[in-house]
């Protein structure tokens, strides 16, 4: 099985003093940890947080301190690894990072990405749309050369079912028309698959991965599904489990696990000589 996790850490430093390195090498072990929202540039992450136990991580870094950016932990080694979407007002923020696994019989990448929210008003609604409409023609194009999962905080809850107070967010950013058009577009034009959906359609309160900061939110389990782990088809037929781990606590986001029937000695082969010699 191939262990992938995704997590949206609101700061690697404060997730890192709140034991979440820790729980993944001790309970989790998994082959592939995609986070977002570092907050953090390379003189801070790489001493401290280049490695999770025998993880290495790539990162994007955002220009702003203190501000997004992306990593993806693996034990396999990638044959590539792409930073950023070649575009500069997007690269200057640290929101893409993707690994690329080639094989003479598949080409899969794992990608960490974190969405622009556009919480804080219309300037960054209109660049949350701007990155919304850079994103699915680069996913397109990826749909043709390559297998993928992406794994990250989407910012957008796509049904109702994904958030608690549907209704009193209908004008909010992250449940708008357009957003929830787009996811549309991802699942049903472009053929995608939200895996956790795929395997938990019904689930609910145990399916949030994001709460608010005020009115005790997290206590009375008033959420947001916005982190995904999303597929193409033949990667999500794969996945046998997924869960959101809600407790313990590293941010106000909840890591999601997927295990994938996919052995990652087929992704670098060096782990075989690895297991062998040991």
Known sequence: MLTVVSSNLNGVRSAASKGFFHWLEQEVRPDFVAVQELKAQAAQVEPAFA?????????????????SGVGLYTRCTPSAVIYGLGHDEFDAEGRWVETRFDRPDRKLSLISCYFPSGSSGAPRQEAKYRF??????HLCQLRQEREFILLGDVNIAHREIDLKNWRGNLNNSGFLPDERAW?????????????????????EGE????????????????????DYQIATPAIAALARSARVYQEPRFSDHAPLLVHYELDPHDLDPALADTAAQS
């Not at 919304?132 to 023609?137: D, F, K, R, S, T």
């Open 51 to 67: 490695r999770a136990g025998d993880l290495h991580g790539y990162f994007h870094y955002a220009e702003k301190k203190g501000y």
């Open 207 to 226: 399916a949030y991965t994001w709460w608010s900061q005020r009115g005790q939110a997290r206590a009375k389990n008033v959420g947001w599904r916005i």
């Open 132 to 137: 919304l409409a850079l994103l699915y023609p």
């Open 183 to 203: 996811m549309d577009r991802l699942f049903n034009d472009l053929g995608l698959v939200d895996v956790y959906r795929h395997l938990h359609p019904q689930a």
